[in-house]
Nanobody, 114 residues
Framework: VQLVESGGGLVQPGGSLRLSCAASGFTFSRYTMSWHRQASGKEREVVAY????????NYLDSVKGRFTISRDNTKNTVYLQMNSLKPEDTAVYYC????????WGQGTQVTVSS
């Protein structure tokens, strides 16, 4: 199993970023995917998850209405569209799946600062 995140970077408050996570080594369309983040000095937290078919999503309260998780099972990719970004969204963002064991990507840094 391999998960590779991309799309992070530096953005001003109020800006947007779209994260991608390319998956390989397992049958992507069968598994729930999730995005997590870890800010410096804080515990990792789940940001959003999406069911295998994309019909069910759920979000951390603080990102509801600003972030959208989606997936393309033809491309084995899960996305996190992040709008109206705030400084408190600054963190390393990871994608994750569970296929009998937890698998994590290497993470991508998101920094929200003026």
């Amino acid at each position: 199993v391999q998960l590779v995140e991309s799309g992070g970077g530096l953005v001003q408050p109020g800006g947007s970023l779209r994260l991608s996570c390319a998956a390989s080594g397992f049958t992507f369309s069968r598994y729930t995917m999730s995005w997590h983040r870890q800010a410096s000095g804080k515990e990792r937290e789940v940001v959003a998850y999406i069911s295998s078919d994309g019909d069910i999503t759920n979000y951390l309260d603080s990102v509801k209405g600003r972030f959208t998780i989606s997936r393309d099972n033809t491309k084995n990719t899960v996305y996190l569209q992040m709008n109206s970004l705030k400084p408190e969204d600054t963190a390393v963002y990871y994608c994750k799946t569970w296929t009998g064991a937890n698998y994590w990507g290497q993470g991508t840094q998101v920094t929200v600062s003026s």
